[in-house]
């Protein structure tokens, strides 16, 4: 990977989407003045904004327009934005640090901050809904995608299994099938929504593209696991070993830190060959495969 382009990219898609985002959301001093500060407060000015790097990625494959790609890319950082909010409330995990500064509802309050993760998850379907981004019925694929990836055969769902896993013994399988839902149903379908902002793939290569999209997103959960294990709050700018500490499962729990960097490995190289036919435009999609497996926050 040739890092320092790598770099100089995903500087410029992180400072286009908070361009972005910053025009998107509503305004602080437009009423209710509390609840858009909140929204603003966990979306803007963090974050790594991977998501919203898959979304470019995959639209250079398929020679989407930058211009188009930057309204799935906010809608995707939104609902991103509003999981983290939910998922750090006091009901959920019960977390008072988010990418290095106090959680939402701590920083306001809990009603808030529930409200602001609602209003961003509509506000999201809103814009898919008001730009016309992809061709013919892929529009609506790609809005229908979308609602499955958040929903309860998605983010939501997976979730809910996280909840319930609380001081249970999950197989492997089990652990993997919770978190293609948590993790890699967003992350998949920042991939494709992507791609559907551009020229259409034939079948063969759709379903490569989504063999790749599905390994990334559970590595990026594998990784996220070792992370947790190894590294600090200053560090990722979150709680580090709370899921340890609460007595959840997670990759390091249950396979040992060793085997959990190998099979993130493992699944590097198999999105990798997912991809190895589409030549110099899934140049992106491969730098941002080994920056996934390979980040060190």
Known sequence: MNTHDFQAW???VAGDMETALA????????????????MRYSTLGGGKRVRAMLVFAAGALTQAPA????????????????????????CMDDDVLRRGKPTCHVE?????ALLAGDALQSLAFQILAEYALARGENQLKLIQLFAVACGSRGMAGGQAIDLDSVGKALTLPELEHMHILKTGALIRASVLMGAYCGE??????????DRYAKCIGLAFQVVDDILDEESDALTLGKT???DKAANKPTYTSIMGLSPARRFAEELLADALKAIEGFD?????????AEFIVRRER
């Open 10 to 12: 995903s500087r410029g």
């Open 240 to 242: 580090v070993g709370k």
């Open 280 to 288: 110099v435009p899934a140049d992106r999609l491969r730098q941002l």
């Open 108 to 112: 306001f309050d809990e009603a808030t």
């Open 67 to 90: 211009q188009k790609l930057r309204i799935p890319a906010a809608a995707v950082e939104m609902i991103h934005a509003y999981s983290l909010i939910h998922d750090d409330l006091p």
């Open 23 to 38: 025009e998107l959301l509503p305004a602080q001093q437009v009423m209710p003045n509390r609840l858009h500060d909140a």
């Open 200 to 209: 259409e793939l034939s079948p063969q290569d759709f379903d490569h593209l």
